[in-house]
């Protein structure tokens, strides 16, 4: 609201450029935070988080993905492998929620000015791996067996997402186990990796309820 008021009276189009570009932000963030709470809301009730299945090609889906990062963070370096289509039964909105969630949170914990490499390749079993590698420390135990869950202790320890919640791995996993895979962290010396799969057929069951 005060950017806006701002705005209104500011002649300077050089300090409008930047107080537009600091709503925009804000804008952003807000919409991550009301969109986690929201999921996490559905997800505590045992409600499912997709909306639609239906076949499509997740390599599609990852490239207009992808695009949209480069474009929205020009100096973020980004290293594609892909096999060519990738048909699986999804919803193509949760799924590229899910993976845009891993490739955000390599871009805010990766080592700067290092490139993330995003794969998607078969699976051994079947299936469509997705897999984001970016170079980082490795995590401690302790905070890896709490990765996927909501609130995590240490969100707020001079890490570079301060203001989030700790909920976009808790949803990311929900949204990976309602396609019937399972999210999965490693260490790969230098690299930090988070993958998981998509099975070609129909997604699992419902969920039941979690705590």
């Known amino acids: 609201q005060m950017g806006a008021g701002v705005l209104k009276r500011e002649p300077d189009p050089a300090q409008t450029g930047r107080l537009g570009a600091r709503l925009d932000a804000s804008r952003g963030r807000m919409h991550r935070l ?6 996490f809301s559905r997800a505590e009730v045992g ?24 474009m929205g963070h020009p100096g973020f370096e980004i290293v594609a492998r892909t ?9 193509a909105v949760r ?30 079993d079947g299936g469509q791996r997705f897999s984001v590698a970016n170079e980082a420390d490795e995590i401690a135990p302790a905070m890896a067996a709490e990765l996927f869950e909501p609130f995590k202790r ?3 320890r001079g890490t570079p997402n ?4 700790g ?12 396609h019937g895979g399972t999210l999965r962290y490693r260490y790969e010396a230098p690299n930090v990796v988070f993958e998981f799969t998509v099975e070609s057929g129909s997604p699992a069951a419902p969920l039941a309820r979690t705590r």
Do not use: C, F, K
Request: glycine share 10%; no cysteine.
């Open 34 to 39: 009301i969109t986690q709470v929201l999921d």
């Open 47 to 70: 409600m499912q988080l997709h909306a639609e299945l239906r076949p499509l090609d997740l390599e599609a889906l990852l490239l207009d993905l992808i695009e949209e990062v480069r």
């Open 83 to 91: 096999a060519g289509p990738a048909l699986v039964t999804g919803d």
């Open 95 to 124: 799924l590229a929620q899910a993976m845009s969630n891993l490739i955000a949170n390599a871009r805010n914990y990766g080592a700067p000015g290092r490139p993330v490499t995003i794969s998607l390749t078969p699976g051994e």
């Open 154 to 156: 240490g969100q707020e």
């Open 162 to 165: 301060r203001s989030g919640l």
């Open 167 to 178: 909920l976009g791995l808790y949803i990311t996993r929900r949204i990976v186990e309602e």
